[in-house]
């Protein structure tokens, strides 16, 4: 249902077994006999969301080993992986085990939400969804789970399965805070975190302090974006205090301004805390690094939510795990897709073809509604040679985006 982004699926391929004694739920993905809405929700409600955990991985290792990875490597030590948090349920009735209760003038709200970690490159459109982890009741913990605890757990999970220095984790100023950075230190992974003048008065106290005695280095450069000239200005210091402390976390700290020459308005503005050594020539890589989750943001929610993968919509709740498990199917969908994207040249040139996400998924749930296909690779076929895609054409360019 979610590889195929179609409700209906199922109903459709019932009747297509009726009518034609086979069908496509069982050719293109191996079920035996095909269950009614209600019967699979009953299935997998029991079904503790970290079962279905591995497939993040095995994909993830199948894909660095194959050489599919290969733009996703090399900035900022090796990988770079952005948390995102989501929330994507929030009710004032339905709830279950795993929601997450809030109350608010006497009344109770229930909500869902995770952390989605995702490998991202500058440059590249497509992201690699890894495990994600939810915000959830934990045992023998008093207080209310909350995003940052969801991404402790999932550090302490999953950092040893990353060579020692080669993850550098990106995200909001959430994050910035110095228990969870001394984590990511002590897991050996590396980290760029917004870190906003708000939320962190000590150390921007002594970025002013500094700046008097010219203990903050500045330098501007000019830059084509591919339609204009910009200037960027980095200001960056070292070993700041993360929080007014007795034993506070020394962090670097750089910021950028970005205007348009021309112009002079401001493009953009954001700074970072991080422990990544700064050097004035490393300067623009750090920031093209660090703005990658800005990008992730927008592109991977947006397309998660609101382009066929309906992340916010209410697939079913159930009793016990149905709210979570879902959602790591919707996950896993979305990470096989962005696998056929990455490694399957016909699938690229259809998608390439059919321009938009929704066409693709129109023409399949059209096509597997009304003919029986005996495999993913016939069906793959039928619409390669119906849109006359000429398998001796050269390859349409990847697209990439315009700017990282
Ligand atoms: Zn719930």
């Known amino acids: 249902m979610f590889f195929v982004q179609s409700p209906s699926f199922l109903a459709h391929q019932r009747d297509m077994q009726r009518h034609q004694g086979q069908n496509n739920a069982q050719s293109l993905f191996g079920l035996d006999q095909v269950p009614s809405d209600p019967q699979i929700r009953n299935l997998l409600d029991p079904i503790a969301p970290e079962h279905l955990a591995s497939p993040f991985w095995r994909v993830f290792e199948h894909l660095r080993d194959g050489d599919y990875l290969k733009a996703y490597q090399g900035h900022l030590g090796l990988w770079l992986c952005a948390l995102d948090g989501t929330q994507y349920f929030s009710s004032q009735k339905m709830h279950c085990a795993q929601c997450t209760t809030r109350v608010v003038n006497e009344r109770t709200y229930y909500s869902h939400s995770l952390v989605a970690p995702l490998i991202v490159a500058?440059?590249?459109?497509?992201?690699?969804?890894?495990?994600?982890?939810?915000?959830?009741?934990?045992?023998?913990?008093?207080?209310?789970?909350?995003?940052?605890?969801?991404?402790?757990?999932?550090?302490?999970?999953?950092?040893?399965?990353?060579?020692?220095?080669?993850?550098?984790?990106?995200?909001?100023?959430l994050y910035s805070h110095q228990p969870f950075c001394e984590l990511v230190i002590a897991q050996h992974c590396h980290f760029v975190f917004t870190c906003k003048p708000d939320s962190h008065p000590a150390l921007y106290q002594?970025?002013?302090?500094?700046?008097?005695?010219?203990?903050?280095?500045?330098?501007s450069e000019r830059r084509w974006n591919g339609q204009r000239h910009e200037v960027w200005t980095y200001r960056y210091a070292m070993r700041l205090p993360l929080r007014a402390d007795t034993q506070p976390l020394y962090v670097n700290w750089c910021e950028v301004t970005i205007t348009d020459e021309a112009t002079g308005e401001l493009i953009?503005?954001?700074?970072?805390?991080?422990?990544?050594?700064?050097?004035?020539?490393?300067?623009?890589?750090?920031?093209?690094?660090?703005?990658?989750r800005w990008?992730?943001?927008?592109?991977?929610?947006?397309?998660l939510k609101n382009y066929g993968y309906h992340l916010e919509h209410n697939f079913g709740?159930?009793?016990h795990y149905l709210a979570l498990v879902l959602v790591m199917l919707n996950l896993l969908a979305f990470l096989f897709h962005t696998v056929l994207d990455l490694c399957d040249e016909q699938y690229r040139r259809v998608r390439a073809e059919l321009a938009t996400r929704q066409t693709f998924f129109h023409d399949v749930q059209a096509l597997t509604r009304y003919l029986y296909f005996d495999s993913w690779q016939v069906l793959l076929n039928f619409m390669f040679t119906r849109l006359e895609l000429d398998t001796d054409s050269p390859s349409p360019p990847r697209r990439r985006s315009k700017r990282p």
Request: glycine share 8%.
């Open 295 to 303: 990008k992730s943001e927008n592109e991977n929610n947006n397309v």
């Open 268 to 292: 953009y503005r954001n700074a970072w805390a991080t422990d990544h050594a700064l050097t004035e020539s490393g300067l623009h890589a750090f920031v093209v690094a660090a703005r990658t």
């Open 122 to 173: 500058p440059g590249e459109p497509r992201v690699i969804a890894l495990e994600p982890e939810f915000v959830r009741p934990q045992d023998g913990w008093e207080k209310q789970d909350c995003e940052l605890r969801a991404a402790e757990r999932w550090l302490q999970r999953n950092a040893s399965r990353f060579p020692p220095g080669s993850l550098t984790l990106l995200g909001d100023d």
């Open 317 to 319: 709740h159930g009793q």
């Open 206 to 219: 002594e970025i002013d302090l500094l700046t008097k005695v010219g203990g903050v280095a500045g330098v």
